[in-house]
Structure formats: C-alpha cells, structure tokens
C-alpha cells in the first residue's frame, strides 16, 4: 500500500493531503473554531517557519546543509528593531537593509564552502555563532520599535484572507517559476543530483551554489524581518529553533537531504504541517512541560528519516557504480 502511494500520489499532493488532515483536526478541537482570527494566527506563524525553511531549501538543495538560518533570523529581527520604522521612506531603506544583510550573510557562507572547501556544516555552524553574537552584542535584551503600519498590513487580513496566505502564495510563484523554467533554476537541481556530471555539462557549480547560500541568507532574513512584524520587536534569542524546524520542515515537505530533489512548495507544507502540529498539542490538553518532548521527537523522527533516505541514495550510486 506505502509502495502504491509513494509511486502513484506525488510527495507533494501527499504533503498537502496531511496538512489538510492536520488542520481540520486543529479547528475542530480549537475553542473559536474556524474563524478569521484562528487562521490569520496559524497562517501567521506558518509563514514564520516557511520562509526559513525555503532558505534551508536552497542549500539543501546543492547538497549543502545551513546551520546559520537561525542565526541569521535573529540577526535579521535585531536589525529591523534599529531600521524599520519611522517615515515610509525610512521603513523602506530598512527593508532594503535588512534584506541586503541576511543576502551579505549568506554570501559569507557561500564563500566560506565553496572557496574555502570547508564542510558546510562546520561553516555554517563557526559563522552561524557569529551572527548570533552580533545579534547580541547589537541588542542585549529585547526591545526596539518596529512600524506599526507595515505590521498591520501583513499580519492580518484581506477580505477576509490572511495577508500571509496571499504572501505565501505570490512567494512562491516568484520563486517556483524560475526554479523549473531557468538555467539557474535547473542548474540548482544538477548540482544536487551530480556534482561532477553539471561541471562535466558546463554548468559554473561554484557561482551557482554561491548564489543558493546568498538566498537562502536573504529568505532567512525575510524570516527575521516577518517575526518583527509580528512581535514588534527585536529579540536575539529567537534563532535556535529556526534552525532544526527548517531542516526538518524541508525534509517533511519531500525536500532530500542529499540534494537534488524537492521544492519551495513542499518545503512550505512540511512548515506549515509542524506548526499544525504544535497548536494541536497546545489545544489538546497535553501538559506544557510534555510538549517540547514531543516537538523534539518529531523533529527527530523527520531528520532521521531524511538521513536515512539520503543514505538509500547514496548505496543505490554505489552498488551501480
């Protein structure tokens, strides 16, 4: 029957399918029910771990791994607290700057694996605690002003529809289309599937994985720059759970740990479907205390069984090889 569904039903209809499952469970056991407000807190708190795990996506993809995302959101978050607000012109300006961070950011990793060689994991890692001790070296303790107006316009809602669901979905259009319909995009795939067969093809492997840690530095700082619209502060501690929930929001979204397989679109279900997750336990009674044991462990189990999944590949490659 797995077998069936794993061969017939796309891993991203069978993503979708869950979530819908999930969230159907999450507002019939929800006090208020399906209501304007419930959706516009959970599609709130979705589009947080999203765009983190669209930047993990990008790294992943080139069969990179960023343990910096995290460390970036809270860099990107501090920066907005300082830039974002005032005129609409200065709100602007700090956009641009907090965006050109997280891409300065990702760009350094880049650097540090492809012209460095080091492992992508301890690069990330060395410079990921870096962006973290600037996040608190520029702010202590939480605090900063972020534009009320900018908030209210992407925290709520439209008609009715959470601004964003609107965003998730325009998001997702800029990013999925050129990823299927660009050299660029294809590029990106080939490097995951076969390193040295895309440099065999012509493809410039170091200038294209470069550019999936700059973007994955910039949706990461789209992430830092969405949880100060939502908290209306700056906070440098938030960053650790970024960092896990975004790998294994890839991972769950159908993304493969060893590179070349998957899509922004699942990467966003399988965010989605953990933050569904959470808020069932929350509305379900289990004890406080009892919940990130659980969180963790379905954590554990969605990076357990990516890992796995990436060691079926790589003895598949040698057993023909």
Not at 167 to 181: E, F, H, N, Q, S
């Amino acid at each position: 029957m797995m077998t069936f569904i794993r061969t017939r039903i796309p891993r991203v209809v069978a993503t979708g399918l869950l979530l819908a499952v999930l969230f159907a469970l999450f507002i019939s056991i929800h006090p208020r029910g399906l209501s304007v407000y419930v959706m516009t807190i959970w599609a709130n708190q979705g589009m947080l771990l999203a765009l983190a795990a669209i930047a993990q996506f990008f790294v992943i993809l080139v069969r990179g791994i960023d343990l910096s995302v995290g460390s970036i959101v809270a860099l990107s978050n501090v920066l907005a607290s300082y830039f974002v607000s005032g005129s609409p012109g200065m709100v602007v300006v700090g956009v641009v700057v907090v965006m050109a961070a997280g891409i300065v950011c990702g760009l350094i990793n880049g650097t540090a694996v492809v012209a460095g060689r080091v492992p992508p994991i301890v690069a990330t890692l060395a410079l990921g605690s870096m962006y973290s001790g600037l996040a608190l070296f520029l702010r202590p303790t939480p605090g900063g002003e972020i534009s009320d107006t900018l908030s209210d316009s992407l925290t709520y809602d439209v008609y009715g529809i959470p601004t964003s669901l609107i965003l998730v979905v325009v998001m997702l259009v800029i990013v999925m289309v050129p990823l299927r319909g660009t050299r660029f995009g294809l590029s990106l795939y080939a490097i995951g599937s076969s390193r040295d067969a895309s440099v065999m093809t012509g493809i410039r492997t170091p200038a294209v994985t470069m550019a999936a840690y700059g973007l994955s530095g910039l949706f990461s700082a789209l992430a830092g720059l969405y949880v100060s619209m939502v908290t209306l502060t700056g906070d440098p501690n938030i960053g650790p759970s970024y960092t896990l929930n975004s790998i294994a929001a890839a991972v769950v979204g159908g993304v493969a740990l060893s590179g070349g397989v998957g899509s922004p679109l699942g990467a966003v279900l399988g965010a989605f479907i953990l933050k569904t997750i959470s808020s069932l336990m929350f509305f379900s009674g289990l004890p406080p205390l009892a919940q990130p044991f659980f969180e963790g462990a379905i954590l554990a189990i969605a990076i357990i069984i990516g890992a796995f999944g990436m060691l079926r590949v790589r003895s598949r490659l040698e057993r023909y090889s």
